[in-house]
């Protein structure tokens, strides 16, 4: 069985930016199916056009990668809140928790879900999916 994908605002970045661990990423998107939350999508887009890119340009280039976007909806918003407490001593983010979200919803799909970010702190806790970080030589599982 393939595994099932979910993106962080950091891994989506350090691809399309060939940034240190973007190798990790692309053999994500290479291998199936790739998932991502709108608020990482919305973190991707910010970040690009800090950077100079038009708006316009950045949705090209996050469309182009193929990826399956999902709303933060409801059940999304609340494990997100649920995942605060959880997440406080590694100071993630709400894009972070966003993106943690997405994953155990998805664990609901009976597929192994693996989650690429280049966010280290977050293999300070124990997850019930398995975590690439992409700068690191080791992954959580």
């Known amino acids: 069985m393939n595994n099932l994908s979910i993106l962080d605002a950091s891994a989506i970045l350090a691809f399309l930016q060939r940034e240190k661990g973007h190798e990790l990423v692309e053999a994500a998107l290479d291998g199936g199916q790739c998932w991502v939350s709108t608020v990482n999508i919305c973190e991707v887009l910010g970040k690009l056009c800090d950077h100079g890119v038009p708006i316009k340009e950045a949705e090209l280039a996050v469309n182009e990668l193929g990826l399956k976007v999902l709303e933060f909806d409801w059940d ?54 398995e975590i690439v970080l992409i700068r690191a030589s080791r992954h959580k599982a």
């Open 76 to 129: 999304h918003t609340r494990t997100a809140a649920d995942l605060r407490a959880r997440t406080r001593k590694i100071g993630a983010s709400l894009g972070d928790r966003a993106c943690l979200a997405l994953a155990h919803y998805c664990r609901m799909t009976g597929i192994p879900i693996v989650v690429y970010t280049a966010e280290q702190a977050w293999a300070r806790i124990d997850w019930p999916f």
